[in-house]
């Protein structure tokens, strides 16, 4: 086991890695930016490194310097998190190269599911069906042909994209040479990458994903899917598992791709299948998420698994002690997202001091956030400020349980939308779990 791990992030899971860390032993390095000087991660690690100003590009993206903390404090591993360096595939390929356990897959695997052509393509050979749509676009005009040919309505899509970015959505041809040109100029500036591709639009779908967990000899396992249908703007809200609308059949399906296409990588660690099922109950590969995911303690919750003490133990060489058969799920979690935003104001973000807080408590209500009293938001980074996770033996109960904890959450100094998340889960549609990934947009456009 490492003795000790550099922790490549901040906020919230910068807090729930170092905490897991605390439990297996091992000593964690934080590093920070110089608006990061007050966070809570940097106080719980045994060390703190500034790495550099505020703007993530020169520190939290910055690779030179978070690799030298690493190598100067004698650090045997690099947690990336989520976001940031954790899908770096020449991040993963210069840890290697100098001796670091990079905890993650190797950047070759990165590499080619950050491509979402070679990622479509890899999955095909697995046996996973995919999306209708042509990849490979080099100009305007050929991919005004191919989108004839795919026909509309149709999504235009970064090719190294994620987080909602460098996507557009198309009705019809009108639509198009505006919504390839700003695609492309935002795929541009977010992941210098201004290669785009074209996917056929599934209306009235959900989006349905499954955590896998691969050690380094090959074996994996996969467990109950997560729904993280309720999204705006292409940006998941909040998420729940198991899905309510999946019959046996359809569950033992989902888990057998997401196994087939963890295999066909040699997968290590953890990482998501995502898919999008249609009104007739098909499956469609959509991505996968090569690193730990903001949901993952849904599937904490309902398997009785750490997933990140597994991810750290996994890249530690560790093998995997049970197989797919010891693999459980028990009762229903959701988790909501707490942003510092503004719902009144069209989400704007928001900053401030937090005067008060108070945390939800009671039996299976959990709440990961890098919060506390007096803590002044920076307005340079994401605005998750935390995570309010719940698990019942129902869904129902769940739902409950949830909205209780909602209300009793208290973040005063700063906007946020708990409040909010205590209105979706009154909605009819997410009572009876019929929500689908365009029901929000759909009813701001009524």
């Excluded at 910068?14 to 990061?36: H, P």
């Excluded at 198309?170 to 990458?193: I, L």
């Excluded at 229903?332 to 935003?341: F, G, K, L, T, V």
């Amino acid at each position: 086991m490492f003795s000790k791990l550099l922790v490549a992030n901040r906020g919230e899971i910068a807090v729930r890695v170092i905490r897991a860390c605390k439990e297996m032993g091992i000593r964690t390095v934080a590093v920070y930016s110089e608006a990061d000087k007050e966070a809570l991660h940097v106080s719980l690690a045994d060390e703190s490194i500034c790495i550099g100003p505020a703007p993530s590009q020169l520190s939290y993206l910055n690779q030179t310097a978070v690799l030298s903390a690493a190598l100067n404090t004698d650090c045997r591993a690099v947690h990336p998190g989520y976001g940031f360096l954790s899908e770096n595939a020449d991040f993963a390929d210069l840890c290697a190269q100098n001796g670091l356990k990079f905890i993650g897959p190797s950047g070759k695997v990165i590499r080619k599911m950050g491509d979402k052509e070679a990622a479509k393509h890899t999955m095909a050979q697995a046996g996973v069906p995919t999306i209708p749509g042509r990849e490979n676009l080099k100009d305007l005009a050929e991919a005004q042909k191919a989108a004839l040919e795919v026909g509309f309505p149709l999504l235009i899509k970064a090719r190294s994209g994620g987080g909602g970015k460098g996507i557009r959505r198309m009705d019809g041809p009108e639509d198009f040479p505006h919504a390839y040109s700003t695609a492309a100029a935002e795929a541009k500036s977010s992941f210098a990458d201004p290669t785009l591709y074209l996917e056929k639009l599934l209306t009235q779908v959900k989006h349905v994903e499954v955590q896998v967990l691969c050690d380094q000899k090959g074996h994996a396992v996969s467990f109950a899917e997560r729904d993280c249908s309720m999204q705006r703007k292409h940006q998941k809200i909040l998420e729940e598992s198991p899905c309510a609308l999946l019959t046996p059949p359809q569950r033992a399906k989902l888990a057998r791709y997401a196994r087939q296409a963890a295999k066909a990588l040699r997968y290590e660690g953890v990482g998501t299948l995502e898919f999008l099922m249609d009104q007739q109950g098909n499956f469609f590969f959509l991505e996968m998420n090569t690193r730990l995911q903001v949901e993952h303690p849904v599937t904490e919750l309902v398997s009785g698994i750490d997933l990140v003490k597994w991810q750290i133990r996994v890249a530690a060489g560790i093998e995997l002690p049970f197989q797919q058969k010891d693999v459980h799920s028990g009762g229903h979690a959701i988790e909501c997202r707490i942003n510092a935003e503004d719902p009144a104001r069209d989400f704007a973000p928001a900053g401030g001091t937090v005067d008060i807080l108070h945390i939800p408590g009671g039996p299976w209500v959990r709440f990961d956030s890098a919060l506390y009293q007096g803590y002044r938001l920076p307005i340079h980074y994401d605005s998750l400020i935390a995570k309010l996770i719940v698990h019942a033996p129902t869904r129902q109960e769940a739902i409950r349980k949830m909205q209780a904890a909602l209300c009793e959450t208290v973040i005063e100094g700063v906007d946020h939308t708990a409040l909010f998340q205590a209105d979706l889960l009154a909605e009819p549609a997410f009572e009876d779990a019929s929500y689908t990934t365009d029901y929000l947009s759909i009813r701001e456009n009524a």
